[in-house]
């Protein structure tokens, strides 16, 4: 990006900053671009394109950044199967949990849920919630994954309006 | 208590909205509300905790310069500032009357770890966890 976009009015930051909390606060379900939009009060045009600038990756990518940090949160507290694990984060089949899983983190679920049992307690003292976002995935592997996808030709539906 | 801390701000889009914010629906009182010219020092204070002000401050000149203050506007607007904890008693009680009274909540409360625990913004951005206090 050759020139800076212009600074973004705060009070919608605030707006695009209330989609991103409900997701947060149910990554389990579907996030169309539609309903993101009707939380912010923009046209869905608007959305995209003003979420990423504002938070610096596309709505539908940080979503599955949320969904494998809250399956990784899963795995490492409680004893739920994997297969209940994917279908409670959102996931549609365990084969793409698996695959994004291992694409974002780097490793499988078994070998985070069999890793992060025995490191459970180091964060005791901090509150769960911001415990969690500390382990959230990092971001930068998610870009690098889309990449590859892209390079792959199965480019997810918000690509386009990125590039727009 | 003669040493320790006194006063942690928060920066906040209108000054009168945040009063507003957390004295009818947080609960806390006014500690301090005083102007001098475009400059005014608004502290408030949890009831059950005297020796404690929260400040409620307008990213603004004279201050701050007119960039800067824009640019701290942006980043409370998209939840960047730093996590802040309400310890309460009854964390479900609390999440009902506050809801009632229109506050956005982030996280219903969820039970863990032998707690509750509930999430909540301001209206401007400032995210709270509210953690009920163990036993």
């Known amino acids: 990006m050759s020139q800076g976009p212009a600074p973004q009015d705060p009070d919608l930051l605030r707006r695009l900053l209330r989609a991103r909390d409900r997701m947060d606060a149910a990554s389990h379900e579907e996030w169309p671009v539609g309903r993101l939009a009707q939380v912010s009060g923009v046209s869905e045009a608007h959305f995209a394109r003003s979420f990423k600038q504002a938070f610096g990756i596309p709505p539908h990518r940080y979503l599955l950044t949320r969904r494998i940090e809250r399956a990784m949160a899963l795995l490492r507290e409680t004893d739920l199967s994997i297969t209940d694990i994917a279908f409670d984060t959102g996931w549609a089949s365990l084969g793409t949990f698996g695959r994004t899983f291992r694409d974002i983190t780097g490793e499988t679920p078994s070998a985070v849920r069999l890793r992060g049992k025995a490191a459970a307690h180091d964060l005791g003292r901090v509150p769960v919630c911001i415990a969690n976002a500390a382990r959230r995935p990092d971001l930068i592997t998610a870009v690098s994954e889309k990449r590859r996808r892209a390079a792959d030709g199965t480019n997810e539906p918000e690509q386009q309006q990125e590039s727009s | ?135």
């Open chain 2, 1 to 135: 208590m003669k040493q320790g801390i006194d006063v942690v701000g928060l920066y906040v889009r209108d000054q009168d909205e945040a009063l507003a914010f957390y004295v009818e629906k947080v609960g806390f009182r006014v500690h301090t509300d005083v102007k001098n010219g475009d400059y005014r020092w608004l502290t408030v204070q949890h009831p059950d905790q005297p020796s404690f002000q929260l400040g409620l401050f307008a990213p603004a000149p004279p201050v701050l310069d007119a960039a800067t203050a824009q640019a701290v506007r942006a980043l409370v607007a998209k939840g960047a500032m730093p996590p802040l904890v309400l310890k309460v008693d009854d964390c479900r009680a609390a999440w009902e009357r506050m809801r009632a009274l229109g506050v956005e909540f982030t996280q219903e409360p969820v039970e863990r770890f032998g707690t509750v625990d509930a999430g909540f913004r301001d209206p401007s951005g400032n995210g709270w966890k509210m953690i009920q206090a163990r036993g």
